[in-house]
């Protein structure tokens, strides 16, 4: 079980793998451009080796990558889910190029429409991203917190998709402070075990990849994203230990997502926390 945090790739692309060792990280998550923009990275080969290179000095891994924030494969503008796609592909490109895992991503909004009426739109979008790049990166969609109409709050939507597009490189991650505000009690034992009992069932435990750490400012089934230091919010420390002690989640890093406790992200202190926890349910 690594510990690690999504960190800046300012200045250099192997920069990252540094900021990621300062706080005390095992592995790191970054963005391959900028998270708002269309704009596709400038990254040269070189750079990108560099990456890989400066992650097998220091000894970081894995490395994901999180998919720009526009992207949204429910949408029922052509254009917007052909400009998603062609995001997707960009990413698990750099993906293979760098050594990153995979791409992270929300699969979107569908604005009302419902989950049944999007459900083929999303599918042929994933199975286009994949085919424009080939390769063993992975596609990895990410829980969201049920807030306007997003897709995948809940397990079994998840799991549709997984089944639907039919490939092994399409994987998950957890994110715990979207689970919590969708209904799932991560608080708590008997919820962890409910959540991955559900995940087992809807999905497969081999899928779950990465988990996204973050405590939760919003209460149990609130729907609203928003994340706290791990400890500060109503997950809490318990809720940590019981996540952190359920076999499904051994082998999968934590990769924090978090403001920090001077507002300037994650940083060791939140590291550090979740390294005590790991070496309590592990001893």
């Known amino acids: 079980m690594k510990i690690g945090a999504h960190v800046s790739t300012a200045e250099a692309l192997q920069r990252s793998v540094d900021r990621g060792c300062e706080i005390g990280g095992e592995a790191i998550q970054i963005f391959a451009t900028a998270p708002q923009s269309w ?13 890989r290179q400066h992650a097998g000095e220091m000894e970081i891994a894995p490395i994901f990558v999180h998919a720009i924030y526009l992207v949204n494969l429910a949408a029922d503008n052509e254009a917007h889910v052909e400009r998603s796609i062609e995001s997707l592909a960009q990413a698990l490109a750099f993906c293979e190029a760098t050594g990153a895992k995979g791409a992270i991503f929300h ?43 997003t897709v995948g709050a809940k397990l079994a939507e998840v799991g549709t998709l997984v ?31 409910a959540m991955m009992a559900e995940f ?44 952190m002690s359920h076999p499904a989640f051994h082998d999968a890093p934590f990769l924090l997502e978090v403001p920090g406790f001077t507002g300037k992200g994650p940083d060791r202190e939140n590291i550090e926390i979740l390294k005590r926890l790991r070496d309590e349910v592990c001893s």
């Open 163 to 193: 089944r639907d597009v039919g490939s092994e490189r399409v994987k998950v991650c957890i994110d715990t402070c979207h689970a919590f505000p969708s209904g799932y009690n991560v608080a708590e034992p008997e919820g962890v075990a």
């Open 107 to 149: 699969v979107g909004s569908h604005k009302g429409a419902g989950f049944a009426a999007v459900q083929p739109r999303i599918v042929a979008a994933m199975q286009a991203a994949l085919a424009r790049a080939p390769g063993e990166s992975w596609l990895v969609i990410e829980n969201s917190a049920g807030a306007g109409n």
């Open 39 to 51: 704009k596709p990275h400038a990254h040269t080969p070189e750079t990108m080796a560099l990456l």
């Open 200 to 243: 087992a069932e809807e999905i497969g435990l081999e899928r779950l990849v990465a988990v996204h750490a973050n405590d939760s400012k919003g209460p149990l089934g609130g729907g609203k994203d928003r994340h706290e230091n791990i400890g500060e919010g109503y997950i809490g420390i318990g809720g940590f230990r019981a996540i």
